[in-house]
């Protein structure tokens, strides 16, 4: 069994697989990793596994973990499922190397635009003969709700809401609004602009804030929150054949 470990910029998520079929997942704080993993390589015969890390990990952390499995760090030299035209490899986040990935795994020889919507939203492109050149990077929903607090002297800082108001009637519903109405627009022009280069486009969500625009999105898409992960295990399936 497969074991890929994600740890974002707020929380670790994990999971096993039996090849590609995802048979256990979970999510917890940093400084319960190594008691977690040790506690999921009692309950399943984990053979292999990858780490990913968006944050200066603790080296610690990962030697602990080197001790517990068989332990692929992803990084830019990993050997990798497509062909990577990024311009500046060394600053490519790995979890957008690991959503390429479950692209070309899930949808071999398509166009693939992966949307991420987490801490930030980002737009990677990968052509249907497995070429990935980049992509777009902007502010997350938690993140323009804290920059429209942070950079004004009267504007209050909101927790965010599903519900997308019909009119900004109030300064709550106008921040709402234009937050999260601005955030949908962004992600439908993008799209659309794709669409216009490339006729057959596979769109896929993904991220901690699929369910709020899987709903309010136009443009045909699927929404799967495991991508990432899949991702994870595509890689070290693909090192594993190496």
């Known amino acids: 069994m497969n074991l890929v470990i994600d740890i974002g910029n707020t929380q670790i998520k994990v999971a096993v697989f039996q090849q590609t079929i995802l048979i256990f997942k979970d999510q917890f704080h940093l400084d319960e990793v190594i008691s977690r993993v040790l506690s999921i390589t ?100 938690g993140m323009r709700y804290k920059a429209v607090n942070h950079y004004t002297a009267n504007l209050p800082l909101l927790d965010r809401t599903d519900v997308l108001p019909e009119l900004g009637d109030s300064t709550q519903n106008a921040i709402h609004r234009g937050i999260l109405n601005g955030v949908i627009q962004e992600i439908e022009g993008v799209i659309s602009q794709y669409k216009r280069k490339y006729q057959k486009l596979t769109v896929v969500l993904t991220g901690g804030d699929t369910i709020f625009l899987a709903k309010n999105l136009k443009s045909s898409i699927f929404a799967i929150p495991n991508f990432l992960l899949e991702g994870l295990n595509s890689i070290l399936i693909h090192n594993i054949d190496e």
Do not use: W
Not at 84 to 100: C, E, F, I, M, S
């Open 42 to 141: 009692e309950q399943y015969t984990i053979k292999r596994a990858i780490i990913s890390h968006v944050t200066n990990l603790d080296r610690a952390v990962i030697l602990e973990l080197e001790k517990l499995v068989n332990l692929i760090e992803l990084n830019h030299q990993t050997k990798l499922p497509f062909t990577n035209k990024y311009l500046t490899p060394k600053t490519l986040g790995v979890d957008r190397l690991a959503l390429v990935a479950g692209a070309k795994g899930q949808f071999p020889d398509k166009n693939v635009l992966i949307i991420d919507a987490g801490s930030c939203i980002t737009f990677d492109f990968l052509n249907e003969d497995g070429v990935y050149f980049g992509g777009d990077i902007s502010p997350g929903i």
